[in-house]
């Protein structure tokens, strides 16, 4: 059995390799190591919400049934962003949440995210002892305590959860946005009520688009992997800015008044010496992953903002800045990570702080942006069939030494597989954009050979 979680929880397409069955079975073994009850105690509560899939509806009431039928009382707080279930673990004082959501992936994917106590994602050791619980054989260990009568977990529904959310959003972001006008690309998902809500309370003109989810729509052509709506409503709009969500709204990508868009390494620079200037930068330390451009590293520098890398994925994010108690933290795809305020990336908490620099410097987004200066980046996603044969193959490994030797320290090459899809990501800079691409192409080609 290959390792179920990814590197953010267990994905797959709704009704193929994520079944309804695997989400009861997962929901009770997740039960049994972060909720486990005992006979004529007080039930373990968990929090779960999900994304406006339409699998979410099937993959909701497994996970309902799985936890109540481990003693697990299942607080349903319905379609709100992962960070609102991660806040709301924290806030109702349950003993773990769940997440139904696949992110920024397409609509027939599907996925099931799981935090412990505080709203925190869980570290690898507790991942695998919840996989254990799901090795052939183990039905037995997992279902070891199966309440009847009385003490069979209830399912309640929370519609106060997101007003509950809201209001922690406005604590953590109080400057007010008066006289800012954003476009907000909700990618028909999570987002579609927090944002707009979010925002407008905050004082800002909102134009939402991409906020009519179908249960089918989400991420379809929308959102922050695919800008082109958010540029051309704001242009149209002659609106200050635009902000795009993944189908999760843990992710958020920004676009100036001239439809430029501002990736996450321009958003967490801007932050950065926000919160430097504030006092509010634990260490003048910001965590990143490898993935961040490298103009990121030069413009901190020039900040006296020191940079810490990490292995990408916002779980290594969450667990350097744990580590060191640092303050700010995340990826170029727009996650977002303030420790203060969330123990997870919040797109929308991210949306809220970059129009507060704004409006507290009379700046526009594109003056901001001059904190750092983005190198040429080009990023290839390969398919392949085995991501570790391209990791063990020695004609990838002498691309990749040539690559190298032919930008002599002016550039960057990495290769990295997905945690979530069958992909090689090639990602390459250069001071050139054309010996980018060129390179870039050449170690595809390789990967794709393998």
Do not use: W
Not at 114 to 136: M, S, T, W
Not at 187 to 207: E, F, I, Q
Not at 327 to 340: A, I, N, T, W, Y
């Amino acid at each position: 059995m290959s390792r179920l979680f990814g590197t953010d929880g267990v994905r797959g397409e709704a009704n193929s390799t994520l079944t309804a069955d695997l989400a009861l079975a997962l929901s009770e073994a997740a039960s049994t190591v972060l909720a486990s009850p005992s006979a004529g105690s007080v039930r373990p509560v968990a929090v779960l919400g999900r994304d406006p899939r339409a699998s979410g509806e099937m993959l909701e009431a497994a996970v309902c049934a799985g936890l109540a039928a481990s003693g697990v009382d299942v607080l349903r707080v319905g379609v709100v962003p992962t960070p609102a279930v991660a806040y709301l673990t924290a806030a109702y004082e349950a003993d773990m949440g769940v997440m139904i959501s696949a992110s920024h992936n397409p609509m027939p994917d599907n996925g099931i995210k799981i935090f412990g106590r505080g709203g925190h994602k869980l570290d690898d050791a507790v991942e695998d002892r919840i996989e254990q619980l799901l090795r052939p054989g183990s039905e037995a260990q997992r279902r070891a305590y199966r309440p009847t009568g009385a003490a069979i977990g209830r399912v309640r529904s929370a519609p106060e959860a997101l007003d509950r959310y809201l209001q922690h959003l406005a604590a953590a972001s109080d400057t007010r946005l008066d006289g800012v006008t954003v476009v907000v690309d909700c990618a028909n998902g999570a987002a579609h009520r927090a944002a707009p809500l979010a925002y407008k309370a905050a004082g800002a003109k909102v134009v939402a688009i991409n906020d009519e989810p179908d249960g089918i729509n989400i991420n379809d052509r929308c959102g922050s992997t695919h800008l082109d709506d958010v540029r051309r409503a704001v242009v149209e709009q002659g609106a200050d800015l635009g902000l795009a969500h993944d189908g999760d709204a843990d992710r958020c990508l920004a676009v100036d008044a001239e439809g430029n868009v501002v990736d996450g390494d321009v958003i967490m620079a801007i932050l950065a010496v926000a919160m430097r200037e504030a006092g509010e930068l634990s260490e003048d330390t910001l965590v990143a992953t490898v993935m961040s451009n490298l103009g990121l590293h030069l413009g901190m520098q020039a900040a006296g903002i020191t940079v810490r890398t990490t292995a990408v994925g916002d779980r290594y994010v969450l667990e350097e800045l744990r580590r060191g108690s640092y303050s700010l933290g995340g990826e170029q795809s727009g996650h977002v990570v303030l420790p203060d305020h969330g123990t997870t990336g919040d797109g929308v908490l991210t949306g809220l702080r970059l129009m507060a620099r704004m409006a507290g410097t009379g700046r526009t987004l594109a003056e901001l942006t001059k904190v750092m200066t983005v190198l040429p980046q080009v990023l290839v996603n390969v398919r392949v069939e085995d991501k570790k044969a391209v990791a063990d193959s020695a004609s990838v490994g002498e691309a990749v030494r040539l690559a190298e030797a032919e930008l002599a320290g002016r550039g960057r090459v990495l290769l990295r597989p997905s945690g979530t899809e069958p992909l090689v990501r090639v990602m390459v800079e250069a001071e050139d954009i054309a010996v980018a691409r060129k390179l870039a192409d050449t170690l595809s080609d390789a990967v794709s050979g393998v």
